[in-house]
């Protein structure tokens, strides 16, 4: 591993994903070397299969990539926490491991989230993908934009596709919102309660090459609700402080 501070933090939380990951890997490489420097950390939420195997053998030849595994099954969202907590870049992208998003989003949106940092560094910025041209079963169409629609209306987050794994964010500021299981689905709704600035960008969708969804009608919308209804109670709550500075503290 290099001892260069990374500038963008590639994670990507992945559970039986071992046919898709190497694809995937090969991808990132090809997107970002001579771009940033980066890296790649991949965790694996306890898959059953041998992801994790692949993945280590990978990246044996790839210093960029760090691969973390956890010994029992956590879900995405605190898979994405785990990567985030061990990425060293000041700026984190994330990816579903299934492939469907496509790596080469990811400069262009990194040129934009670095724009809008500048012009107000102490605002967070949340980049999020929005499949306008999704390449998935009608059920899985249909189930988004159902949850989509039902999150929009209650959460008022301006946000077209929460669903879309590929978002672009500050690695302080991601830690910084409150962590609850499933939290990656209102990521938009998080930011804008602490007064972030939340941005759709269209991004490429892909269908799956291998593997099968790990999500559908029940987990997508039904469990969804009753974090819907603790983000609404956190909002209520939320208080944005505009700081003015009237003395200076020598140092």
Known sequence: MSL????????????NESR??????DQIGAALSGVAVFEAIFVDDCSSDDTAAVLTEYSSAHPWLVVVRHRNNCGQSTAVRTGVTEARGEVIA??????Q?????IPAML??????????PTRPVLIAGWRAKRQDTWVRRMSSRIANGVRARLLRDA??????GLKLFGRDDFLALPYFDHMHRFLPALVRR????VESVHVAHRARAHGQSHYGIHNRLWVGLVDMLGVMWLQRRARVPL?????????
């Open 4 to 15: 260069t501070a990374p500038e963008i933090s590639i994670v990507v939380p992945v559970h």
């Open 20 to 25: 898709n990951v190497v694809p995937l890997l």
């Open 94 to 99: 994330t990816l579903d491991g299934d492939g």
């Open 101 to 105: 998003n496509d790596p080469a989003d």
């Open 111 to 120: 040129v934009h989230w670095r724009a809008l940092r500048t012009a107000n």
């Open 159 to 164: 946000t077209p596709d929460t669903g879309c």
């Open 194 to 197: 602490c007064g972030g600035h």
């Open 243 to 251: 700081v003015e500075r009237l003395s200076t503290k020598e140092l």
